[in-house]
C-alpha cells in the first residue's frame, strides 16, 4: 500500500505542523518534525503523535519517558525544514527555554504542550505515542498556523 497514491489520497488530509521535543541526559535536546498529531482525551488530557520506526531521534524522546510539543505558526516553516534535516544541528541557533519539566519550548511557536509518555502502541512501520499534558499554553493569540496539505507546506487561505 506504500504507493504514490496511498500518500496522495493521505495528503488530501490537511494538518498542522509540529515539533516534538525532549531533552536527553547525554544527548542533549533532541527533537524532530511532526504533523502526525492529534488531541485524543479531555479529560484526561491525551494526545498523541506518530513516530517513525526508523526515526533516530524517538528512542532518545522515548527514554526521557517525556516530550513537549510545539505546534507552528505560519511563518516557522523554514524551522520545520530544521527538524527534519541533520538531526545532530536542529537546535542551531535556536534560543529555545525550557518547560517546567525542562523540555524545549521554542521561540515563536502557537502553542506548546509538555506530556509525560502514558502508553506507546505499536502500528505497522510507526509507535503511536499516546501522552498526558502536565502543562500547556497559547503563546500567541493572533498567531495562524503553518500547514501541510498534499506534501506541501500549506496557509489558510492561500489559494
Ligand atoms: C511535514 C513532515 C511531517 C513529518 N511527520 C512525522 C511524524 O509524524 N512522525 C515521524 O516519525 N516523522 C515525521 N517526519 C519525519 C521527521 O521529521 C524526521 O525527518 C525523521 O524522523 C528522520 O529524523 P530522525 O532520524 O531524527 O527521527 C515528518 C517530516 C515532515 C517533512
Redesign the pocket.
Known amino acids: 500500500m506504500h504507493t504514490r497514491a496511498y500518500r496522495d489520497t493521505l495528503g488530501t488530509f490537511a ?1 498542522g ?2 515539533i ?1 521535543t525532549a531533552v536527553h541526559p547525554t544527548d542533549g535536546p ?1 527533537g ?6 492529534s488531541a485524543v482525551s479531555l479529560t484526561p488530557p491525551l494526545v498523541l ?4 520506526r ?5 528512542p532518545a524522546i522515548r527514554a526521557t519517558g517525556r516530550f513537549c510539543v510545539n505546534i507552528l505558526a505560519e511563518h516557522q516553516e523554514e524551522l ?2 530544521q ?3 541533520r ?1 545532530d544541528d ?1 537546535f542551531r541557533g535556536i534560543g529555545w527555554r525550557p518547560s517546567g519539566s525542562g523540555a524545549p519550548i521554542l521561540p515563536g511557536v502557537a502553542s506548546w504542550m509538555d506530556c509525560r509518555i502514558e502508553t506507546l502502541h505499536e502500528a505497522g512501520d ?1 509507535t503511536i505515542v499516546i501522552g498526558r499534558i502536565d502543562e500547556h499554553a497559547v503563546e500567541d493569540e493572533q498567531v495562524t498556523p503553518l500547514l ?1 496539505y498534499r ?1 506541501r ?1 500549506a496557509r489558510l487561505g492561500a489559494g
Not at 524532530?32 to 498529531?37: E, P, V
Open positions: 494538518t505542523i509540529a516534538v533532541v524532530l518534525t511532526a504533523n502526525s498529531f503523535f506518530c513516530a517513525a526508523t526515526s533516530t531521534t524517538w520545520s525544514r527538524f527534519t534535516g538531526s536542529r510507526h501541510y506534501s507546506y
